[in-house]
């Protein structure tokens, strides 16, 4: 997904506001549009944002949610940004079948997280989130290809891993 976020000044007044666009007709629609509602305004800065789609596994409200990654220079930082709890380090645990890469905290023991979620088959919880980012052939971050309903579908969520966490 693609914004462009204008900064405009219209009467004095200077405030931003940001639009999607999926091509150059979408965006020459967005500033007719400006020019319709704010005539007289003036662009002082724009910019595009570019988003990639990717998928939130929530351990403490235990949902699997569509989320998007800001892709405009620290990628990784928006990233850790998500996993949250302080993350600063990321490990990639699974990468599936379509190319989508699970990425977690790597010092999920060792952080303030206590919630965590597991698959069937696995010996052990991962504690902390879980981000689900897609790659294309090159290794490229794109959008990911898995669905929420896939994701969901296989968790197991696990609560207060305190006790857990403390073996390690």
Known sequence: MKKIKFTIKHDDNIFTSAFEYKDVINMESIVRYLRRVYPGYEILHEEILNYIKGILIDSDKQEVREVYVLDNGDFLGEMH????????CIAAPIIYDNEDTLYIDEEGMHNDAINGFEYPDWAY???????????????DNVDAKSTIEDISQNIVWRKNLSDYKSQF
């Open 81 to 88: 940004k998500l996993i949250g709890n302080g993350c600063s």
């Open 125 to 139: 919880p991962l504690v902390g989130n879980g981000l689900i980012i897609g790659a294309d052939d090159e290794g």
